[in-house]
């Protein structure tokens, strides 16, 4: 099995989410839980912002965790200083390599984009640095000009390309052909960074694994700019499941570490959210219910104690008498007769049409004491 290396910037483009901002503190305590997780690389922060920011990044370093920490520069030197002087060992040197940002943002030109990298570059091998340039927007740049420049960041000393999908524009086919181009024409290391804006981030980066990527670059829970980056756990599983690689990352705390960065950001986790929502084992529907109970793996595609989860069996509008009448034997130890379960099923489908919801136990257990009554 060829080795991946997970490449977490939860602490920088996540952070750099519009309205979100994590106390030092924080930063601390997502680091060591990243690294506890099996994160091979913490991207944790911008040295040059100094303040706070640079504070943590030190701060981070002097954990002394497994991870290798690496400090994000733009490609300019005094970036690089700023992220030695805190001590990491790698750092990741970011310029944009479309015409578009060339021309419309740097306000320069491709050959002024090379020399800049190449010089940043130059300083930071000097320095002893592990390097990853960061093509900015590489997904809108003309391949031509990609190649020439992760053949002048190797020549220079990188020792990977990260190939940034900056506004989310790839689709899985388009990022396969193009990584293996690129790989095919420089044999530099790959590291994907896709965005999340046509929902193809975690399919994107798998993409850039198929073909040849060495490297990819995560957030917990997607978070990142705009509509987010690849979420960690899900490239994590993905990888595991799908494409048979098992990075053994301890994800059983998926869901522990996922609900600590959501209440670090403010931005809570929707109960459909892939890999760690609340519903990723709730099962309401009289036939999917039925199945799980039965095996689960019927309805599940991995185990929810393989993420820090637990089978929940939701009784509401789309229970059948199967769930319902597990639901009493499993939870309350009580046996429901065939037809008891049918007048129940048809009190509970009244009460989650009216309530447009599913029912708390507390109302099952009403409801069922109801009907006794009304038998006497
Ligand atoms: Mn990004």
Redo the contacts with the bound molecule.
């Keep these: 099995m060829r080795h991946l290396t997970i490449v977490d910037?939860t602490l920088r483009?996540g952070e750099?989410t519009a309205g979100v901002v994590f106390s030092n503190q924080e930063k601390l305590r997502i680091a060591r839980l990243l690294d506890e997780l099996g994160v091979h690389q913490i991207e944790a922060g911008v040295a040059v912002m100094g303040g706070d920011e640079k504070q943590a990044i030190s701060d981070i370093v002097k954990l002394g965790l497994k991870a290798s920490i690496m400090g994000w520069n733009r490609a300019v030197i005094s970036d690089i200083e700023a992220s030695l002087a805190c001590g990491v060992d790698a750092v990741a040197i970011s310029i944009s390599t479309s015409d578009i940002h060339i021309e419309h943002k740097l306000m320069t030109t491709r050959d002024d984009v090379l020399e800049r990298m190449v010089k940043a570059t130059t300083f930071a091998k000097r320095e002893g640095m592990y390097i990853s340039v960061n093509a900015?927007d590489a997904s809108r740049s003309d391949m031509d000009y990609l190649v020439e420049f992760a053949k002048e960041a190797k020549k220079a000393g990188a020792n990977r390309l990260r190939y940034?999908d900056?506004v989310g524009i790839l689709d899985p086919f388009k990022t396969y052909e193009n990584i293996k181009t690129l790989i095919e024409k420089t044999g530099i290391d790959v590291e994907m960074?896709t965005?999340d804006d046509f929902g193809m981030a975690t399919a994107n980066a798998l993409a850039g694994v198929k073909a040849g990527a060495t490297h990819v670059?995560v957030t917990v829970n997607g978070l990142?700019?705009r509509a987010g980056?690849a979420a960690l756990e899900e490239v994590v599983m993905a990888l595991k499941y799908l494409l048979k690689t098992d990075l053994s990352f301890a994800t059983e705390r998926f869901v522990e570490v996922s609900e600590y960065v959501a209440r670090a950001s403010g931005r809570m986790l929707p109960p459909w959210k892939s890999i760690v929502g609340s519903n990723m084992f709730a099962h309401e529907s009289g036939i999917h219910a039925d199945g799980a109970l039965k095996d689960p793996r019927t309805y599940e595609a991995f185990r929810p104690e393989d993420v820090g989860l637990e089978r929940q069996i939701v009784i509401g509008k789309h229970s059948g008498t199967a769930s319902i009448k597990a639901k009493f034997l499993l939870e309350y130890g009580k046996e429901m007769k065939d037809e008891e379960a049918v007048e129940m099923l048809s009190r509970v489908r009244a009460l989650a049409v009216d309530m447009k919801r599913s029912l708390f136990d507390k109302e099952l257990v009403y409801i069922y004491e109801d009907m006794l009554k009304q038998h006497k």
Aim: with cysteine.
């Design positions: 910037t483009d750099q900015e940034c900056t960074h965005h670059g990142g700019e980056n």
